[in-house]
């Protein structure tokens, strides 16, 4: 029997790391959660979500010194588009400081794993999956389904799903987010 694919744990993030929100994406997602208190963004790159949250906020990004993984402080919300090549210590890092994260990614990564299903069980629940198309539209070199997972802490209720950009039968439709 093979043994099953481990995630990367040498804290190290890789050079494909490197996508930033485009600018309208990073527009619908603020309008879309409107975060309260103070907001982070752990990883901000050139900064197209970060210059969006509302005041207090406060950011990391580890080429510019400020390593999430060693943030000390807490937050009511992160709210990013994180290094997937870390994805798992991202997240659980994410989970120990803020108690509303919501995250720009493959919405597969979300039932990734069974150790995923356990931090997201221990931190509280996946609220809502807002699905916005395919890779490409949010800026990304590949075409899996992308959106936003919003994840809160206590949360035990339903998850909401929300589409935005196509049909039920795929095909594509007006959307808000134009880019
Ligand atoms: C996918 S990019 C997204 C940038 C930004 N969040 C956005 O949405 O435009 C991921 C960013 O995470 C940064 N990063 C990787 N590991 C990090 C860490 N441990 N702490 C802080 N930033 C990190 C990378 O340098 C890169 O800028």
New binding site residues.
């Given amino acids: 029997m093979g043994i099953p694919t481990q995630p990367n744990r040498t804290?190290k993030?890789t050079a494909s790391?490197?996508?930033?929100?485009p600018p309208k994406i990073?527009e619908a997602i603020i309008r879309e959660f409107n975060p309260k208190g103070l907001a982070l963004?752990?990883?901000?790159?050139?900064g197209?979500?970060y210059v969006l949250l509302p005041e207090p906020k406060d950011w990391?990004?580890?080429?510019q010194g400020?390593?999430?993984?060693e943030y000390n402080g807490n937050a009511d919300w992160i709210i990013?588009?994180?290094?997937?090549s870390?994805y798992d210590l991202?997240l659980k890092k994410c989970f120990d400081v803020a108690d509303n994260v919501v995250l720009?990614v493959p919405i597969a990564k979300a039932f990734k794993s069974l150790r995923i299903e356990r931090l997201v069980d221990e931190y509280g629940g996946l609220r809502k999956i807002w699905l916005l198309g395919s890779g490409t539209k949010c800026g990304f070199a590949f075409g899996f389904p992308t959106g936003c997972l919003y994840y809160q802490r206590h949360y035990k209720g339903m998850i909401e799903r929300k589409v935005d950009g196509w049909d039920v039968w795929g095909n594509e439709v007006e959307s808000d987010i134009e880019l």
């Avoid at 790391?17 to 929100?21: P, Y």
């Avoid at 963004?41 to 050139?46: M, Q």
């Avoid at 400020?66 to 993984?69: G, M, N, S, T, V």
Wanted: charged content about 20%; aromatic content about 10%; hydrophobic content about 35%.
């Fill in positions: 804290k993030h790391d490197i996508v930033m929100t990073a963004e752990p990883c901000r790159g050139t197209n979500i990391c990004e580890i080429t400020r390593d999430f993984l990013t588009n994180p290094p997937y870390i991202f720009l």
